[in-house]
């Protein structure tokens, strides 16, 4: 029998009961003699059955035997069926398990953490609750740990963890393993600086060190929390907010962070410049401007910075300090920069073809140059371009990935020795490291806005200022301020013997036709302010 309904089923009648149920004669008995099982193929004449009792004492099925000739059933077969049953819904009960907990520590994972939660709803709508999410290891440090010491002392101070958080709540919540390092939990307390002094006092017992092999490693605590409101918010939505919160707290070291609605707007525009991204290349709706770069010697415009642009369609102009940072989180970045490449290098053939001479500066990130053949497909469009490399000049920023036998190094220095000329972008604002300048073909210093904003009105910033530029050009470095916006500035700068400036204070970005009609009339300029465009 492939399928029975319930009317008709003889197992009704045994999930209705919490007892094994024996007919050894269907045709005897009163209650199914007439049943079209019976009386009907395949004409069954015996029947026995176990219900299949859930640990809340409700019946969801039952396991039966079931023969078309009478039969006895004795006490021992009985017991024996009533074991089989429960041998049955034990591994029934395993198989709804299996999916739900998390297999290192034990815990019931992110999917139980859903399914208790709507229960809940379900049970107590209007409720309010703090949802949170801790991380216990940074997930580097976990992958180094793993790395080193492989991945089953690295699961058992994770395990030890969970354990520790499950003790330190003393009863108050239940703990769900949601992802590799980290843990969830609803807890109900009158206020939210009630959640904030529990999570204070967990901390300190968090923090303790534990053992990974036979090394000790203190693990951190930063969590994410935000208020639920049963029967209005859906578990998927309370597991994103701790998420925003909880990186929030990693990326200021804080204890813990609070869902904000304005965070969560931010990534969310954020996901939606990037899903925009490819359309908009299409569309034309990405530009690109120059803003011109002088020299201070003599006045003289040699070279200017690409800068690219966004008109967007529904949000309007979005700065390239939003959308670009979105696009170096995916794949899109390559995209981007091909498109600006591409543009530049016409332009600037179309300037050469005119009589025009300038050096363009492109910006490129790590992601563009973490790739093998990356100097060798710019090249090949320079020269494509009817170009020389020494008209270009590309721009990064410094980090520690600025190293000699890094990929992006082996690719900055197959520019450099085509003639490419290679400029650090904002010099002085994190890293700058003077050792890595000694390793890499690097021709120009930008000091980053940063390090001049002060230096008409501060000593000690000028100061500054001039120590890093003679530094700089002592050891063969041209230097180049970005930012100034005053004519002050540009001529401290002067006399502090920087050689090149850029900024509001002589020129904005402009179009192309607008470079092209100031380098026409005359390729040098007096200090004076710079009209806005």
């Not at 049943?35 to 859930?54: D, E, H, Q, T, W």
């Not at 991945?151 to 395990?159: D, G, N, S, V, W």
């Not at 170096?328 to 179309?350: C, D, M, P």
Request: net charge negative; hydrophobic share 45%.
């Amino acid at each position: 029998m492939a399928q029975t309904h319930i009317r008709e089923s003889i197992c009704s009648h045994t999930i209705g009961s919490d007892q094994v149920m024996v007919v050894d004669d269907l045709r005897e008995d009163l209650r199914f003699r007439d049943n079209p099982l019976v009386i009907k193929p395949p004409y069954l004449r015996f029947y026995a059955g176990a219900p299949l009792m859930a640990q809340n004492g409700i019946a969801i099925g039952a396991l039966c035997i079931m023969d078309t000739m009478p039969r006895e059933f004795s006490d021992a077969d009985r017991r024996q069926l009533e074991t089989l049953g429960q041998s049955v819904m034990h591994q029934l009960e395993l198989r709804a398990l299996s999916g739900r907990r998390e297999p290192v520590s034990g815990l019931p994972n992110r999917h139980q953490f859903a399914i208790d939660y709507e229960s809940l709803a379900r049970r107590e709508p209007g409720r309010r609750m703090y949802a949170v999410l801790v991380d216990i290891l940074d997930i580097h440090r976990a992958n180094e740990a793993g790395q080193v010491l492989g991945m089953p002392p690295l699961e058992a101070l994770i395990r030890r963890a969970g354990v520790r958080l499950k003790l330190a709540l003393d009863g108050l919540a239940d703990v769900y393993h949601v992802g590799v390092t980290r843990f969830a939990f609803l807890i109900d307390l009158p206020r939210p600086a009630d959640l904030e002094s529990l999570l204070t006092e967990i901390q300190k017992r968090m923090i303790r060190p534990l053992m990974a092999g036979a090394v000790p490693m203190a693990p951190m605590f930063h969590a994410g929390a935000c208020t639920v409101d049963l029967g209005v918010d859906e578990a998927k939505d309370v597991i994103r907010k701790i998420l925003i919160g909880l990186h929030s707290a990693i990326s200021t070291q804080g204890l813990v962070s609070w869902y904000s609605e304005t965070r969560d707007e931010s990534l969310r525009r954020g996901y939606r410049l990037a899903a925009d991204a490819e359309r908009s290349l299409r569309q034309q709706e990405f530009h690109l401007v120059y803003q011109p770069r002088f020299q201070l010697s003599d006045s003289s415009l040699r070279s200017a910075e690409v800068l690219i642009r966004w008109n967007h369609p529904r949000l309007g102009p979005v700065s390239p300090a939003e959308f670009i940072p979105v696009f170096e989180r995916t794949a899109l970045i390559g995209s981007v920069t091909a498109w600006v490449l591409e543009t530049a290098f016409e332009q600037l053939a179309i300037w050469r073809r005119s009589g025009i001479e300038l050096c363009l500066s492109i910006n490129l990130s790590v992601k563009d140059l973490a790739k093998a053949d990356a100097a060798a497909q710019i090249l090949a469009m320079i020269e494509g371009k009817g170009l020389a490399p020494v008209d270009v000049e590309v721009e990064i920023t410094e980090g520690e990935w600025l190293r000699a036998d890094s990929l992006p190094g082996e690719q900055i220095s197959e520019l450099a020795a085509a003639g490419v000329r290679v400029a650090i972008d904002d010099f002085g604002s994190g890293y700058s490291n003077f050792g890595y300048l000694t390793e890499l073909p690097i021709h120009t210093l930008k000091l980053d806005k940063s390090l001049i904003d002060n230096i008409v009105v501060d000593e000690r910033a000028c100061l500054k200022a001039q120590a890093i530029v003679r530094l700089a050009q002592d050891l063969g470095y041209v230097t180049v301020a970005e930012g100034a916006e005053t004519v002050e500035q540009v001529e401290c700068l002067k006399a502090l013997g920087c050689d090149e400036v850029q900024g509001y204070a002589l020129a904005r970005p402009m179009p192309p036709a607008q470079l092209s009609e100031m380098l026409t009339k005359s390729p040098v300029f007096p200090w004076q302010p710079a009209v806005s465009t």
